[in-house]
Each structure stands twice: as C-alpha cells, then as structure tokens.
C-alpha cells in the first residue's frame, strides 16, 4: 500500500491544479454545513445565555429585536431613544431595579455603553485591573476591548465623532481608562462601559466651558441681558474632563428628559415582573410609547427564525452536495479514460487490474485526506473565531 | 527459449493477420527482427511477452506455454522472466527518471524494492550516460534520453528474456552503438536471451542472427 500511495502521491503532486480543485470542491461541501451548525451552535449559546440572564428590558415602541440585540449585545442598530424619566417610571413601581443603558456612541470601534454602578453589580462584573467608574468622564474597558486597543488603566480613549461633516454633531471626549473588566466570554467584553452622564456628554448635552462670566472677548458672547450670557458658537467646549474644568461641566435641562436607548430591569420576583408587565399593556395602547420585553423570548424567536432558514440552507448544500458529488464523480471517471494509455503501460509492465485500483484509491484516500485536514484546519479556524462570527453575522 | 508453432493471430475488427508456422530463438541468442512497418513485428513481441494471446496456435518461453496461462499467470510470469523496451518507451511523465526505472517494483508483488534494487538502478542509469538526471521528470528529457530510461527499466530485474521494440531508434550512431553494446553486455552478463525488432540494417551484423519478418511471414523462419 506504501508504493502506491507513492506512486499516488507522485500522480497527485504533478496533475496539482486538478488536485487543488478536486480538494477545494471536497472540502467546501464539507465545511459548509458544518461550519454553519458550528456558528449556529455558538450563536444559540451566546446568544441565549445572554437573554436568560436578562429578565426585562423597557424601551421605545419599534422593532423589539433591535431594542433585545441593543440592550443585550450592544448591537449597531440604535432603537428609537426614550428618555431618563423611564428609569424613573420603573423605579416608582418599586417592583423592579431600573439599570438604564445609553448604547449608541463608538470609541475606536468598540461600543461605549453609558450605564451605571448597578449593570456592574448585575452582570457581576468584576475589575481585573485599576478601579470602576467614579468621575465624569472616566470610562471601564471590557478585557477584550482593552486587549485589541492595547490600554491599560491611566490610558486614554477617545470616543468616535458620529459623522464627520457634522458640526452640530457629537464630538470626540478623551475619556479616561480608570480600570479594565475580568473577562466574561459575553459582550462585555467588547464594551467601552461609561457613566450615563458621560455618554451624555459625549452627545453634547452635558458640557463644559470658560466660565462666561469672565469672558472678556466680545465676539464669544452674543447677548448679555438679565444675568444670563448667551455664548456665540465660536465659544469653545472643553473635549477633555479633567480635574481643573470638571465643575464647569453642566446640565441644560431636567436630566429626566436626558435620552437613553433601554432600561433593564431587574424584578423582585415572578410576580414583581407579572405585574411591572402589566403595568405597560396600557388600555389605551396607542398611549403608551414605551414596551417592555422579556429578551428570552425574543431571542427564542430569532433563534427559530434562523433554524427556519438553517434548515433550508441545509436542504440547499444537500442538493448542492450531491450535485458536486456527481460532477466529480463525472471528473473522476473522464479522467480514467484520458488515462487508458497510463493504465496500458502500467498493465504492460505486469501491474494487475487489483493493483490499478488500488493506485486510483490511494489516488482518492490522498485527496480526501487532504480536504479532511483542510477541512479540519477551516472548522478550527471558525471556531476559535465563531464569537466574532456570530457577532457579525447575527447581531451586527 | 522462445518456441512458436502453428501461431494465428487477428485484432478484432482488422484485416491484419499474422500467421507463423513456426519459430523458435536459442537461450543466449541475439536475434534482430526486421520488416516493414505493419508486418507483425511488434504484435509478435506482445504474443511472446504474453501481453495479448494468440488465436490458435502454441507461444511456449522457456519451457512455459505462455498462451496457456491465465491472465493472472502470464503477468506473474512477464515479471518474472521478460523485459520489455516498448517502441514509444511507455514512461510516466509523473514520475521521475528513477521512479519510472523502479516503477515495475512499485506496481507489482512479485519484485522487491529494497536498497540493492536502488543501487543497481543507479549504476544502471550510469551505464546508460542518465545518471545525473535521476531526479528529472521525463518530459524534460531527449527521446534518446527517454529511451535509455526505458532500457534502464527493462533490465533491472535482470529478466531471463529482453523483447526491445525499436530500442536504438531514437539515437544518434555513436550513442546506438554504446547503448548496443551496453544491452549485450547486459544480456550476456546473466545469460539472457534478446529478441529485439529493429530497422537499423547497420546494426544486424551485430546479431547472432537476423529474421526478415516479410520472409518470416511466407513461412521461410524458423
């Protein structure tokens, strides 16, 4: 079996454009479906163990995915805005711990979430380095935000401008890295996390600048009248919390009108969260402009959309598997017979019919070990970055 | 060593028939083949090599009625007993010049491959000026060099018969006479028998003795 899996080898090596697509072919109807199983594996179990932890998120009314994906993974699409005072509206109940979250800025691609002290204590997030959120400003990288930005505590950060072109828009804040979170396998990890009042100054709405008291320069002021200065836009905004200018920082406004994109909220009990549910099935539905969700149930029913789809793309590589199958079925035995003159000399110099076959075996057992190892080597690669994967492909 | 009686032979299909009384070659005998082209030259080597069986008639090589044998029989015993230089050489283009000399050892049982066999196939190819071109693949070689991989292989296993079909047909007139002498002394160097066809009328002088297949054909041979 040796000298003809050497003589196979020997085949293989010189005809190596005919091999390469016969194992290019062999190894994508194998790792198509597997792959996929392997992503929708991995993206069953982060995407459940994430929605099982999570008994109720409030938001806007809108598409309840985006608010589940925002809330729970941080994805990209933003959920219509509601503001402060629903935190407030959970608190009142006294049924439910209100956590508010503000996902919607970026910070050298990584998500910066504006939430508080209480998200830690839920998700039971513990500081692997430096110390968590105590000033404006500060922000608390998730480990592997802070592996890929390289940033340690003491480093700083800056948040992303949402547009470029934008000059009303929002503007960098250098943020300070005060600590960085153990890592939790979740997306936590790839989170920016801030105080809400950070993001808020990320937007904007909180903000800091020379006292315009002891504004001397005319052309920063546009009206002075009954104790109020109104600045001109060319007053400059401070893009940098530090110690120095942190008290000039301020809010315009009632802070429950402040924007935020979710709250979770943390019921007592069962029956705290029967009853919180209640309380948004509004007699007038037209009224309420807020929903709540159980995530868990919503990702069920992504998950069961996907398994639709998964099981016709199943249905797809089988009638596509079979079809490559049989094309290379075809290659093979078309081979054989441009082949007839080799298998002449071989049987010329004493090779019998048993021998030719198994040199042709020896020919397959090589191609396919090969398409197994590259198979092996795509599956290994899929899955050491299926958490990325199912970030993309998933929750993006 | 090689003993024909009452042979008949026809492809399907084909108008060409081949018909020999009887012909018988020595052990130890160089005999040239000659002919025209068409006339059964090579058909004859296929017969007494066994790679095709005749019609009717009886092919008998040393001793072993080699139309009688199964197919499985007449393979064991080309293996053991004949080589064979084929007129288009038969060489694999993707194997290397030392992988086509051992590639009868690869393909089949009955010969072992092991360190002697290597050596023997180097120092073969080192008679025949393709020493240094071991590792080369045939495709890049002259069609002497080609030809003289294909003697190289045919005479490895030391066969007890040599058929060579057009051996010196692709070389130059010093490199015929070389590769002559290197084919006898071969042959002569373990006693074998050569039965070769060839068209080079400068080289049967050379032979034990020579048939003239035309004449051969009208029954005269024997």
Redesign the interface.
Known sequence: MIDSLYVAWRYVTFNWARSLTLIACVTLIAVLPLSLELLLDESERQLLARAETTPLIVGAKGSSLDLTMNSLYFGDTVPELISMAAVERVSETDLALPIPLSVRFQARGFRVVGTNLDYFDYRGLRIAEGRNLGLLGDCVLGARAAAELGLAPGDSLLSSPETLFDLAGVYPLKMRVAGVLAPTQSADDLAVFVDVKTAWVIQGLVHGHQDLRDVTDPTLVMDRSDGTVTATAKLAQYTEISPENIDSFHFHGSAADYPITSVIAVPRDEKAAAILRGRYVSVDAEAETQQILVPGEVIQDLLENIFRIKSVLDAVIVVVGTATVLALTLVFALSLRLRQREMQTNFKLGCSRATIARLLGAEIVIILTASALLTGLLLAMVTHYDEPLVRALFIH | MIRIRSLGFGYPGNAFRLDIPAFEVQQGEKLAVIGPSGSGKTTLLNLV?G?ITPNAGDVQVADTAVSTLSD?GR??F??RNIG?V?QDF??????NVL?NIL??????G?LR?DGTVRARAAELAGQMAIGDKLKR?TNDLSQGEKQRVAIC?ALLPRPRLLLADEATGNLDPRNKAHILDLLFDNVDSHGATLLAVTHDHELLPRFDRVVDFAEFQSGAAA
Do not use: G, W
């Not at chain 2, 590639?103 to 089949?108: A, D, E, G, S, V």
């Open positions: 090599s790679i499985a393979r064991d080309r293996i064979f084929f038969e060489l694999l283009d993707y194997l992988d590639h009868p050892y690869r393909i089949t009955a491959l693949r292989r």
